[in-house]
């Protein structure tokens, strides 16, 4: 019979991710064929399986973790947030539809059989399940929706570890009142962990005696501040690295502007720009940045076009055709590809209420929108430049049709070899998520600038694949010496 066991918080933030994705390679390390689990993620940083399914970022790092290959069933409900319109809810790696809180809660039933038909299939395949709970379970407004904490832990019967963060203040109180209002589920309770702890151990002692005895729950650990935690806020990658201290070794600074769009999504994709020792990079809307940029990027966004209307409201649009002019390097990356063209046409309403919206213009392209999205992993090379070869991912509603040349791309889902992306002197776009972490293709834009400075380009840094790996074990390093693991792997009966 399969193993499982889960990890809940106090609140949002609280370290879940982090602790499931330590535990996962920890499980891995000691010869266990382990699985991340979170019925129901809310985010707007989400990862595109091999067989083409969108599932949350934050399962896709736990699943590296494990060592296996990411999976729509251990993400089975998806919710990214749309604005007025409510959430976009994904099932399965695919669109459900569209729908508000009354509307979502109102499918409680149909919602729940993907979570459990996930979790049956799971157990077929892996000897252990680490279980990422979502929020607080003690929400007690909306206990009778919960299909991600306590349904699933009674479900499988699995033991619950409550996660309480200390940094943010009232983590006694928090633990205490998260147990004591889960009574009819407290036996599935099994202890609670004390996460980003700073300072003198000694002075924490009592009130852990204390908080242990009133809840009749042992602390399975104090995982300390980890500073470059590597979990960024909704549950992507945001590392740094001791390549960082190279950059004493480089002259000169790329400065990087990713345009902080209302709507921004995955912005994980610029993760690999930020950790490179010669590259500034930030996230503003601001005329003086975008002034004194070397490249600027147009992110992806849940919701293009208006983002586009905000751009265009700020007058950054406009500065954006002049700085084109100024040979300033101009990125479009999904969303962003999409507002550099000339026309957004939105015949069946997908984006907003308009039905066309002129574009920057900037890209000899237009788009349409359709009510499905593509969704599929891509693999390929620059056009210009085969020897640059390419890895990534597509997730995007509409379809860009006029000069598409800069890339040449396989979609792994389809099979189809496509061209992708649009090129015009100094200006880019691409529907390819993920494109930064191909370490030639980066070093390629970023060395184009050191050699416009007067600066030698630099050839090779590190392997942003390395770099993900190398944090893992430092993670799961952390953390095993932080927990019991003794008590871990009895609870987890291994």
Not at 1 to 14: D, R, Y
Not at 93 to 99: A, F, H, N, S
Not at 221 to 247: C, H, M, R, V, W
Not at 417 to 441: K, L, M, V
């Amino acid at each position: 019979m399969p193993k499982a066991l889960m990890i809940q918080g106090t609140s949002s933030n609280a370290g879940k991710s982090l602790i499931v994705t330590a535990l996962c390679r920890i499980m891995r390390r000691n010869g266990i064929n382990v699985a991340p689990f979170k019925a129901q993620n809310m985010s707007l940083q989400s990862f595109i399986t091999k067989d083409g399914g969108e599932i949350g970022l934050a399962q896709a790092i736990q699943a590296f973790a494990a060592k296996v290959e990411p999976d729509i069933y251990m993400n089975p409900v998806l919710l990214k947030a749309s604005g007025e319109q409510g959430s976009q809810v994904i099932v399965h790696g695919k669109v459900y539809k569209t729908m508000k809180p009354k509307e979502y809660y109102s499918e409680r039933e149909k919602l729940w059989k993907a979570v459990t038909y996930s979790l049956d299939y799971l157990k077929t395949k892996h000897e252990l399940l680490i279980i990422e709970g979502a929020g607080s379970p003690a929400e007690i407004n909306l206990i009778e929706h919960d299909i991600v904490n306590m349904a699933v832990a009674e479900y499988l019967n699995a033991p619950v570890i409550i996660v309480g963060d200390i940094d943010r203040g009232g983590v006694f109180a928090s633990i205490y009142g998260t147990v004591k209002l889960l009574k009819f589920h407290e036996t599935l309770i099994k202890g609670f962990i004390i996460n980003k702890f700073r300072g003198d151990f000694d002075i924490l002692v009592p009130g852990i005696k204390e908080i242990e005895n009133l809840i009749n729950k042992p602390c399975i650990g104090i995982i300390p501040y980890l500073k470059n935690a590597g979990i960024s806020a909704e549950d992507g990658f945001s590392l740094t690295s001791s390549i960082n201290n190279q950059i004493s070794l480089l002259t000169g600074t790329i400065k990087i502007v990713v345009l902080r769009l209302r709507y921004i999504s995955n912005f994980s994709d610029f993760d690999p720009l930020k950790i490179e020792p010669d590259v500034e990079l930030i996230y503003s809307l601001r005329k003086e940045d975008l002034l004194n940029a070397d490249i600027i990027i147009i992110p992806g966004s849940k919701k293009t076009i208006e983002d586009l209307k905000l751009i265009k409201e700020l007058g950054v649009d406009e500065l954006l055709r002049k700085l084109s002019k100024n040979r300033t390097e101009i990125i479009g990356i999904c969303g962003g590809f999409q507002m550099l063209g000339k026309k957004l046409i939105d015949p069946h309403r997908v984006e907003s209420s308009l039905k066309e919206i002129d574009g920057i213009g900037l890209l000899p392209v237009e788009t349409i929108f359709h009510p499905y999205k593509i969704t599929t992993q891509v693999e390929g090379y620059v056009n210009s430049k085969p020897s640059i070869t390419i890895k990534g991912y597509e997730i995007h509603m509409g379809e860009t049709s006029g000069e598409i040349n800069l890339f040449h791309i396989k979609r792994l889902a389809t099979g189809e070899s496509i061209f992708d992306g649009a090129t015009r002197e100094n200006i880019w776009g691409t529907y390819i998520h993920g494109i930064f972490e191909n370490d030639s293709f980066r070093r390629l834009i970023i060395n184009k600038h050191r050699v416009k400075k007067g600066l030698k380009p630099v050839e090779f840094i590190f392997s942003w694949q390395k770099i993900k790996e190398d944090f893992i074990e430092k993670l799961a390093d952390n953390i095993a010496s932080s927990l019991s693991m003794e008590r871990i792997w009895r609870l987890i009966g291994i």
